[in-house]
């Protein structure tokens, strides 16, 4: 057994969710009586990441603002301007995009006394209020506007902290990672029962519904990397961005593809970088600082994911509060984990805009495990060959002032 469970870990973790995949679709239409002792396996699924999901957000906010450090004179301000007008670009882009391709989900439970917003001030009042609720209640009840404002406040306090209480920050930083790495591994036989339970409530249907879904997060992903960022290159640098932004998603693009990892792919990003004769001082920052901030992929998964629930709900979202969730995406967007799937446990952030409770937002978070083997895998290659794209795009504009 212990070997066999070795063998099975030494699979790639996108092999072991398609085979949950197939497994569930096989079991639901063979053997639909065993629903109760498989469908328990999707609910522990979901349960393990409501539980992990506020503390994670808590803990890694925390940790990032705290441990931040002044460095030497470089072109980082101009970078950290792009990494986030471009995440708030791609934000823009989803949030249009799921006005024009509206898409429901199928969710196991819709029936639940939503209390979408009005206008503009009750998402204001409901915002003001949520953030300064007592921290304590504020993770207890996964309200993570809360969450987040108490972590960017901790964290800027703890900057003046000495090196040792940095230092436990971190280390419960890397604890809660692993945490959910383990969870995240168990990923395929909590789709698996995710999927068993689709298949036998709404039969394939719910298959085409995820391959809808797909198409608009990919394409959306596909319009950025290709048009808006390029657009976003072009203005700054006044120069042809095509040949910088296919290099990048070439030699940058698909190793993160393939290792769904930002932070894995620092590496490969470091090595394009110094090829294409970038600044040391400056890309020895921003590569690291982008595999945790410029998170343009995990902006549009934020925004469509959430607009297609509020569709599902029948929650009208008129153009201010679309504004705001396109900002708020952005910005929980800059906070994702670096773990696969780490942009689908800041969903409730956003779900929490439009009154959608945790127990429907965390159900979407599920379905989209289901569809990250090939969502996060393109999620990860736009964010990762981004940070190669807008390095090279503040150098380029610094040496068009100077010329």
């Known amino acids: 057994m212990k070997r066999m469970l070795g063998k099975w870990n030494s699979i790639n973790l996108v092999s072991r969710i398609i085979v949950g995949i197939i497994v569930g679709v096989v079991l639901a239409l063979t053997i639909p009586e065993a629903v109760s002792g498989i469908t328990i396996l999707g609910t522990l699924f979901i349960l393990a990441l409501k539980a992990v999901a506020p503390i994670l957000v808590f803990i890694l906010v925390i940790n990032a603002i705290a441990s931040h450090v002044g460095g030497k004179s470089t072109n980082m301000k101009t970078v950290l301007a792009l990494y986030g007008v471009a995440t708030l670009a791609a934000g823009f882009v989803a949030v249009v995009v799921s006005f024009i391709f509206p898409t429901t989900l199928t969710l196991k439970t819709v029936a639940q006394d939503v209390a979408p917003p009005s206008g503009i ?5 409901k915002l003001l209020f949520n953030i300064v609720s007592n921290p304590v209640s504020a993770i207890m009840e996964a309200n993570y506007l809360g969450i987040l404002a108490w972590a960017v406040i901790l964290g800027v306090a703890l900057k003046a902290a000495n090196d040792s209480t940095k230092g436990v920050i971190a280390n419960f930083s890397e604890a809660i990672t692993k945490v959910v790495q383990w969870i995240i591994s168990l990923a395929p036989l909590g789709i698996m029962g995710i999927v068993f339970e689709a298949v036998y409530t709404t039969g394939l249907s719910a298959l085409s519904e995820y391959f809808r879904l797909i198409i608009i997060l990919v394409g959306t992903m596909f319009f950025v990397a290709l048009v808006v960022n390029p657009l976003i290159v072009f203005a700054v640098a006044r120069r042809n961005p095509y040949p910088l932004v296919l290099t990048s998603l070439k030699e940058s693009g698909i190793t993160a593809f393939f290792t769904r990892s930002s932070a894995a792919n620092i590496p490969v990003n470091m090595a394009l970088a110094e090829k294409l004769n970038l600044d040391k001082d400056t890309y020895a920052v921003s590569i690291p600082l982008g595999a945790t901030i410029n998170m343009g992929g995990a902006a549009i998964t934020i ?19 679309a504004v705001i969730l396109m900002v708020m995406a952005a910005l929980s967007a800059s906070g994702a984990s670096g773990v696969a799937g780490g942009s689908l446990l800041l969903i409730p952030l956003a779900c929490s805009l ?13 379905i989209g495990f289901i569809i990250g083997v090939i969502q996060d895998s393109c999620e990860t290659a736009l964010n990762s060959s981004t940070d190669i794209v807008f390095t090279a795009a503040a150098e380029y504009a610094k040496e068009r002032k100077q010329n």
């Open 121 to 125: 001030m009750e998402v204001f009042e």
């Open 303 to 321: 925004s469509v994911l959430t607009m297609a629930t509020a569709h599902t709900l029948g929650i009208e979202v008129d153009l201010f509060t």
């Open 354 to 366: 439009l009154g959608i409770s945790d127990d429907i937002a965390m159900q979407v978070v599920a």
